[in-house]
């Protein structure tokens, strides 16, 4: 199997069958991103625990609607960053920022990306890369707000 069609079969898999959607109670955060460019919403929720290095991501919960791309991007992330630390996971929205921004000329580090390397095919479509974005984007703004909260919480 070729490796391009082999990517989209794996966001064709994670567009039809979503992991980790669905807002969930408890959180700390909730955001919504919207992509205008193409439609994409997405509102998403986290909950943190821990503090400094020992800070872990406990849930990521999502509603998302708009492109295949889109939803599936969500999903994947999902899987990177649901149950991992703080720091793993913003390292793992560093490498797909970098990833989507190299307009297919970065080697991702499938250790890191998992099924999030199947999207390094989107990067050749800048029109496309805000929709491959929209959760990661929204990840790391809850993530942000929920971990200045949870600080705040602690003193
Ligand atoms: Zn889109």
Redesign the pocket.
Known sequence: MQVESLYQEIILDHYKRPHGRGLREPFNTEVHHV?PT???EITLRVLISGFGDDMVVEDVSYESQ??S??QASASVMFDLVAGETVDDALRAQEEFLHVMHSRGEAEPDEEILGDAVAFQGVAKYPA?VK?ALLGWMALKDAVAQAATAHEEDLD
Do not use: M, T
């Open positions: 992509n193409c439609g994409d708009g492109c791309i889109s496309r929709c």
